[in-house]
């Protein structure tokens, strides 16, 4: 199929979220990856403008991962976790409570964001069954949400592509995605300042369907995958009110935010809006062993614990649900975060980020740069007739040139592992510029 050599067959995987096509006409491999690198299949450095798909925070090869990894296979590589159990999964839950977000620390686990979704959907409407309130069935999501694509994230999600070729869960809803370019592009040293009025959405949807038919609203406080979207200020405060005002159930997706994206623990922290549920994943292992897990309230997880004590309050739950391998992995991933103390490196790091995305703007074809902690969005202006095809040409340009960047649409999302250097970010905000220049 192509002339690398120890290129393996391409035929057989079914690649995710892939032109498959396309891609085994002209593949792109990483081989091998370390601290803020990869490795590509001819050899070359690869510098990790992506944490991998948001998820390596602390950066690639850490030997206490690996260690951790090790010895837990060797001790106990499975058990389940259905009417039974194993000490490391109840010793993670306990340590992930200690930095719950806002506090929610009772913890469901999951293996991935997609389940995580789901979950919460899921533990929202038995949590309103079992308080009274079973006629509240109806979740609500946002435009441009991504919520991974099991039928309740892709229901909730606001992608098109997601969801056209699928029936969804029946009586959804959404509010409108907040991104606004024509009122706040190249915002800088803060949030957004126009569009809090946009949370009134749920206002009009409860006036829409009547409260007592909806049990929870989520969104990601940062939109990440579908191209670093904003909460304008005030929004995030705005919908919590509106939510508790109607018994409506708050759910932060953190799937990306989660374990210091933005410069604090969690986006909740950061905001200080603090929802009943938060959804994690990626960052939970530093993507070594697919993992998530839910944060609930005690509110709802108590809501829950009732009925007759024999009986299962929740029937729900995965066999790899706290995989003691995972766990493992978990806790050495949250060593290092407190080690290094990265779950806040991301705050000292914004201001030279900011400085060295913004640094791109005047550059052809770039429309507007948000930047928040150690993510950036950087927009083009899209290809007449061709939309998309501008930022994808960005996107394998850079990663011949040796950066990996990650586009959505004509958007370059950016999210360096949080080890990063400032040395690190010049250098992607350099290989980043001359790509746009090369683009023009
Ligand atoms: N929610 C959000 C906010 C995400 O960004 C993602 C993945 N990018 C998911 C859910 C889905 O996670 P996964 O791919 O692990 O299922």
Not at 21 to 38: E, S, V
Not at 85 to 108: K, S, T, W
Not at 174 to 193: E, I
Request: hydrophobic share 45%.
């Amino acid at each position: 199929m192509n002339a690398r050599a120890n290129t393996p067959s391409l035929e057989a995987f079914w690649m995710p979220f892939t032109a498959n096509r396309q891609f085994k006409a002209a593949p792109r491999l990483l081989a091998a990856a370390q601290g803020m690198y990869y490795t590509s299949d001819d050899g070359r450095r690869v510098l990790d403008g992506t944490a991998g798909l948001w998820c390596v925070n602390a950066g690639h090869g850490r030997r206490q991962i690996t260690e951790a990894v090790e010895r837990q296979l060797s001790t106990l590589d499975f058990a389940p976790t259905f009417q039974m159990g194993h000490p490391i999964a109840f010793d993670f839950a306990e340590r992930l409570a200690a930095i719950a977000p806002g506090g929610l620390d009772r913890v469901f686990f999951t293996n991935s964001g997609s389940e995580s979704v789901d979950t919460a959907l899921k533990i929202a409407i038995a949590y309103q069954r079992a308080i009274g309130q079973g006629t509240r069935t109806r979740v609500i999501g946002r435009e441009r949400g991504y919520h991974g694509v099991g039928f309740g994230g892709i229901t909730v999600g606001g992608l098109v592509n997601n969801r056209r070729v699928f029936p969804l869960l029946p009586g959804a809803d959404h509010l409108r995605h907040t991104h606004d370019p024509a009122r706040n592009a190249f915002t800088k040293g803060g949030l957004p300042a126009h569009g809090a009025e946009l949370a009134d959405d749920l206002e009009r949807l409860v006036a829409l369907h009547g409260a007592e038919t909806i049990a929870a609203v989520i969104v990601e406080p940062m939109a990440g995958s579908t191209g670093v979207l904003l909460p304008p200020q005030g929004y995030l405060q705005r919908l919590r009110e509106i939510a508790t005002r109607h018994g409506i159930l708050l759910i932060f997706d953190e799937v990306i935010t989660g374990f210091g994206r933005l410069g604090a623990p969690f986006a909740t922290d950061y905001f200080g809006v603090t929802p009943d549920l938060v959804t994690t994943a990626k960052g939970i292992t530093n993507g070594t062993i697919p993992m998530g897990a839910v944060f609930a309230s005690r509110k709802v997880h108590d809501g829950l614990m009732t009925g007759p004590e024999a009986a299962i309050e929740l029937f729900h739950g995965y066999t790899y649900s706290g995989h003691p391998v995972a766990c493992a992995a978990g806790l050495a991933t949250l060593d290092i975060y407190a080690e290094e103390g990265l779950l806040t490196r991301a705050a000292e790091l914004a201001p030279h980020w900011e400085a060295a995305m913004h640094s791109l703007r005047d550059l052809p074809n770039v429309v507007d740069i948000r930047t928040i902690g150690l993510v950036a969005g950087i927009e083009l202006s899209s290809r007449e007739g061709a939309p998309g095809a501008r930022a994808y040409d960005v996107f394998v340009d850079c990663f011949n040139k040796g950066l990996l960047v990650r586009v959505t649409g004509d958007i370059i999302a950016l999210s360096p592992p949080l080890i990063a250097e400032t040395q690190h970010i010049d250098d992607l905000a350099a290989m980043l510029g001359d790509a746009l220049k090369r683009a023009a």
